[in-house]
């Protein structure tokens, strides 16, 4: 079965550096989205893309955050200078159509230290 | 705005027993996905069932089936013969199309323990 996948699990940063991560949405998918969940909290919306474009960003997707499809097949998320409050897990999310089921890779865990 | 309330933060079940899990909502609007996600201790998330607002009939998948109350703006989770492998953080979540938004808005979750 098709599934998302993300790179790297685990990161660790320093406090001001710029971190990547990198998400492979399923195939045939062409909305694709980005999530956060600091622990012990509920997860929220980052972003959403579609056709090399910002569809909908949420608050906390300020001017540090960005997200670029680089190829056919990846889809990024760059914090340019990380903050210690960004550490949590980063959820990538792909689904076929606008308001369809949206299906999660397994997750990067992002220290900022 | 749309709200997602899960009231229970956790929860226990026997091995094989039946365990239903809460979760209301708020919303004014008549048209709108719901969803439960299962998040086990690899925090992975994983899609368990989608329900559409429109349709009258519950959702199931195999061991799972939501209750879903449309006047009440509920839509509880049941798990029957509950396994090991159940034991995770479960959250609902709602999607609103005709806002124009495409994110999920989630509960904060209740964490379920199967025990042996």
């Known amino acids: 079965e098709p599934e998302v996948t993300q790179t790297p699990s685990h990161q660790v940063t320093q406090m001001g550096q710029e971190v990547i991560l990198r998400c492979v949405p399923i195939?045939?998918?062409?909305?694709f989205y980005w999530y956060r969940q600091i622990l012990g909290q509920k997860v929220e919306f980052l972003v959403s893309?579609?056709?090399?474009?910002?569809?909908?960003k949420s608050e906390i997707f300020d001017d540090q955050f960005s997200v670029e499809r680089p190829d056919g097949s990846n889809f990024t998320l760059k914090i340019r200078s990380t903050k210690l409050e960004d550490s949590a897990m980063y959820f990538c999310?792909?689904?076929?159509?606008?308001?369809?089921?949206?299906?999660f890779g397994p997750g990067t865990r992002l220290l900022v230290l | 705005a749309q709200t997602v309330t899960q009231s229970q933060p956790e929860m226990s079940v026997q091995e094989a027993e039946t365990v239903t899990l809460s979760c209301t909502y708020d919303t004014s609007e008549n048209n709108y996905y719901l969803f439960w996600y299962k998040q086990p201790p690899s925090r992975q998330m994983i899609l368990v069932i989608r329900q559409e607002a429109y349709k009258q009939q519950n959702a199931t998948e195999n061991r799972f089936s939501v209750n879903f109350q449309k006047a009440a703006k509920s839509f509880s989770l049941k798990i029957s013969d509950s396994q090991l492998g159940d034991t995770a953080m479960y959250f609902c979540a709602f999607l609103y199309p005709q806002g124009g938004s495409e994110k999920l808005v989630f509960g904060k979750g209740t964490k379920l323990t199967v025990n042996p």
């Open positions: 195939s045939n998918h062409l909305y």
């Open positions: 893309f579609y056709n090399n474009e910002i569809s909908e």
């Open positions: 999310a792909s689904s076929e159509s606008r308001f369809g089921t949206q299906y």
